[in-house]
């Protein structure tokens, strides 16, 4: 990476030092389990977090609006500001962002933490901490369904996979108006939770059949649900947006089934990296097909306004606390996906070396 002077000055001049973290653990376990997600490769020691909120230990002589302190969330993504993508709003593209926890860069599950000070977002007094970490993954979800999907109110949502990210895309779409929230999962455990947190009604896919391919299994399970839940291609029964959170090469694929004509289809969930999709489909459809990386301007703010004004409940997503010497096995049991109570994992948090917090 170069950034040359503008680098030092961001680090030197408008920096701040956070304390007491909070971090999430899906995206890690990818980390600990394959040493990689995508392209980006494990290849040295790493440390873990970026799902993070803090207390401010020290401020930088430019830095005006935080004091040693205040309670902030942190964005954890720091851009080179002057890339053709910074300059045009996308900044979640700038080819040299670092990123905590992305290789080569360490990330937040740590005492001290240097952050530019714009990345960080002072939290009302009546949110936690646990809520400031949570809002990485709400405004991962803000993004793909406000920001690249511009949802409208009233229109009608279905959500593929109801892990931690796809429950909070049901959440924004609840609080932004959406008439239909459907969550879909091969987990019934997960539907039960998805119900009672934000979505309107839930859906089980059927098996696969033996010889079936997945193609054919796609548009068979789209047929079902369209039946089911009462899904037309058009009119006020259409889907006008669907968010795929699992990655599941089945979901892609069933996703753009179901879609309405001239719909909306946004790819959340990272799995394998080459898929069958059905293009005819895609195409005939006219379909907005957009692919959703991390977040970008606004999203933050967004985040915290919804959980502010009490439209979106970070709480029930924390399933489980451990210290920051229980870290291993907090990544242990969200690699497992439940404690050994039995109890299933959400978010799993870690407090600081100090007090709180590193979400996983």
Same mark, same amino acid.
């Not at 394959?34 to 873990?48: H, K």
């Given at each position: 990476?170069?950034?040359?002077?503008?680098?030092k000055?961001?680090?030197?001049r408008?920096?701040?030092?956070s304390?007491?973290?909070?971090?999430?653990?899906?995206?890690y376990?990818?980390?600990?389990v394959?040493?990689?997600?995508?392209?980006?490769?494990?290849?040295?020691?790493?440390?873990?977090g970026?799902?993070?909120?803090?207390?401010v230990?020290?401020?930088?002589?430019? %830095?005006?609006?935080?004091?040693?302190?205040?309670?902030v969330?942190?964005?954890?993504g720091?851009?080179?500001r002057?890339c053709e993508?910074?300059?045009?709003?996308?900044?979640?593209?700038?080819?040299?962002? %670092?990123?905590?926890?992305?290789?080569?860069?360490?990330?937040?599950?740590?005492r001290?933490?240097?952050?530019?000070?714009?990345?960080?977002?002072?939290?009302?007094?009546?949110?936690t901490?646990?809520?400031?970490a949570m809002?990485?993954?709400?405004?991962?979800?803000i993004?793909?369904?406000?920001?690249?999907?511009?949802?409208?109110?009233?229109?009608?949502?279905?959500?593929?996979?109801?892990?931690?990210?796809g429950?909070?895309?049901?959440?924004?779409?609840?609080a932004?108006?959406a008439?239909?929230?459907?969550?879909?999962?091969?987990?019934?455990?997960r539907?039960?939770?998805?119900?009672?947190?934000?979505?309107?009604e839930?859906?089980?896919?059927?098996?696969?059949e033996?010889?079936?391919?997945?193609i054919?299994?796609?548009?068979r399970?789209?047929?079902?649900m369209?039946?089911?839940? $009462?899904?037309?291609?058009?009119?006020?029964?259409a889907?006008d947006?669907?968010?795929?959170?699992? $990655?599941?090469?089945?979901?892609?694929?069933t996703?753009?089934?179901?879609?309405r004509?001239?719909g909306?289809?946004?790819?959340? $969930?990272?799995?394998?990296?080459?898929?069958?999709?059905?293009?005819?489909?895609?195409?005939?459809?006219?379909?907005?097909?957009?692919?959703?990386?991390?977040?970008?301007?606004?999203?933050?703010?967004?985040?915290i306004?919804?959980?502010?004004?009490?439209?979106i409940?970070?709480?029930p997503?924390?399933?489980?606390?451990?210290?920051?010497?229980?870290a291993?096995?907090?990544?242990?049991?969200?690699?497992?996906g439940?404690?050994?109570?039995?109890?299933?994992?959400i978010k799993?948090?870690?407090?600081?070396?100090?007090?709180?917090?590193?979400?996983?």
């Open positions: 990476m170069n950034r040359g002077l503008s680098q000055s961001l680090m030197m408008s920096s701040l030092r304390r007491r973290l909070v971090s999430a653990v899906p995206m376990v990818h980390y600990l394959a040493g990689r997600i995508g392209q980006f490769i494990v290849e040295d020691p790493m440390v873990l970026h799902e993070s909120a803090g207390i230990s020290k401020v930088g002589p430019k %830095v005006k609006h935080l004091k040693p302190g205040d309670r969330a942190m964005e954890p720091a851009t080179c002057v993508d910074c300059k045009r709003g996308r900044y979640e593209l700038c080819p040299d962002i %670092v990123f905590a926890a992305t290789p080569p860069y360490d990330g937040t599950l740590a001290y933490y240097p952050i530019p000070a714009d990345l960080c977002y002072k939290l009302p007094d009546h949110l901490l646990e809520d400031g809002m990485e993954p709400l405004s991962v979800a993004h793909a369904v406000a920001n690249l999907a511009g949802l409208r109110a009233n229109q009608t949502v279905v959500v593929f996979g109801a892990g931690p990210v429950l909070l895309c049901m959440a924004v779409a609840k932004l108006g008439s239909r929230v459907i969550a879909v999962d091969i987990v019934p455990s539907l039960e939770f998805a119900k009672s947190f934000a979505a309107t839930i859906y089980v896919p059927p098996p696969l033996q010889g079936e391919s997945r054919t299994y796609s548009e399970n789209a047929n079902a369209k039946e089911k839940l $009462g899904i037309e291609e058009r009119g006020k029964k889907i947006l669907v968010v795929e959170a699992s $990655g599941a090469e089945v979901s892609i694929q996703g753009i089934f179901i879609a004509t001239g909306t289809f946004v790819q959340l $969930g990272m799995g394998a990296p080459q898929v069958v999709i059905p293009i005819t489909t895609l195409l005939t459809k006219e379909l907005n097909f957009k692919g959703s990386f991390r977040y970008g301007p606004g999203d933050y703010e967004l985040a306004a919804l959980v502010e004004q009490g439209k409940d970070l709480k997503l924390i399933t489980h606390r451990f210290t920051f010497d229980q291993i096995e907090a990544f242990e049991t969200t690699k497992v439940k404690s050994p109570d039995g109890k299933p994992v799993a948090v870690i407090s600081g070396p100090d007090v709180p917090v590193d979400v996983i």
